[in-house]
């Protein structure tokens, strides 16, 4: 277990880590998620794998959270068939179907647009922790043909559901939770325009957040990009959910 594993250990009953090792419960908190034995819960969720993947999940568990679920995701892809990633993708666990976006992100023949639509179903899951791992996964793919992302991204920002709306705008933020940076992002923050304008006065806090927190990651390299652009919003848009995205967008910037 690592260090962030182990001071998180405390919280989490011995009941529910039970629970939680096995795949029998979801993570209620973020520590929670943090602690699962990943080597236990693969063992149980799939004891008859070959050696080589629970060799790799062993291997993998030193490793901070996110290189951790990259590194099964892989591991999984090499060894699991479509059917058994099925399987995984509805199982209980919500570190297992989290696996499984990063398994399907491993795919080297995916393309932004196919690997969008194998991951549409998680990117709208009902649990928070699936919701960042599917984004994560995605990312590197989205990176490398960043234009390309961003116009398959746009198309959800009108989506029903505000974990699709959010996961639009969430997933291409130029610094990001955990996440390596973008660094065409850092420089031109005005490629993101077509996830951020249709998502400025988003009736969800959700949404609300995801936002802000873009124009705040561009912040730190582009000040004045989002002071006008939140300048705009609040002319074009003066909407209290465009008040909350532009307050909380500039919270890092001084106040003038």
């Known amino acids: 277990m690592n260090a962030a594993g182990a001071s998180s250990l405390a919280k989490v009953t011995n009941d529910h880590r039970s629970l939680l090792n096995t795949g029998a419960a ?3 908190t973020l520590s929670e998620a943090l602690v699962i034995d990943q080597p236990l819960l693969m063992r149980t969720v799939w004891p008859d794998a070959p050696d080589a993947l629970h060799r790799a999940v062993t291997e993998a568990d030193p490793l901070g959270i996110l290189q951790r679920m990259r590194h099964i995701g892989t591991a999984l892809a090499a060894f699991a068939t479509p059917d058994q990633l099925g399987s995984f993708s509805r199982h209980p666990s919500d570190t297992v179907r989290g696996w499984v976006c990063f398994a ?5 023949e995916a393309t932004p647009d196919t690997l969008l639509r194998a991951l549409e179903p ?4 009902e649990h928070f922790t699936v919701r960042e791992w599917v984004w994560m996964a995605a990312r590197p793919t989205f990176v490398e043909e960043l234009e390309a992302s961003i116009a398959l991204l746009a198309r959800y920002t009108s989506h029903p559901s505000p974990r699709m709306r959010r996961f639009a705008s969430e997933a291409l933020r130029p610094r990001g939770v955990w996440a390596s940076h973008i660094a065409a992002l ?7 325009l077509p ?6 006065s988003d009736p969800e806090k959700y949404v609300q957040d995801s936002v802000s927190n873009w124009i705040n990651d561009a ?6 990009w989002a002071r006008e652009l939140c300048a705009r919003w609040l002319t074009e848009s003066p909407t209290p959910a465009t008040e909350r995205i532009a307050k ?3 919270r890092s910037l001084p106040q003038a």
């Open 248 to 250: 909380r967008g500039l």
């Open 219 to 224: 912040a730190k390299t582009q000040p004045d």
């Open 122 to 125: 998680f990117a709208d899951d």
């Open 186 to 192: 850092k420089r031109e923050p005005d490629l993101g």
């Open 104 to 108: 399907l992100a491993a795919n080297d």
């Open 195 to 200: 996830l951020l304008e249709p998502l400025r």
């Open 26 to 28: 979801q993570a209620r």
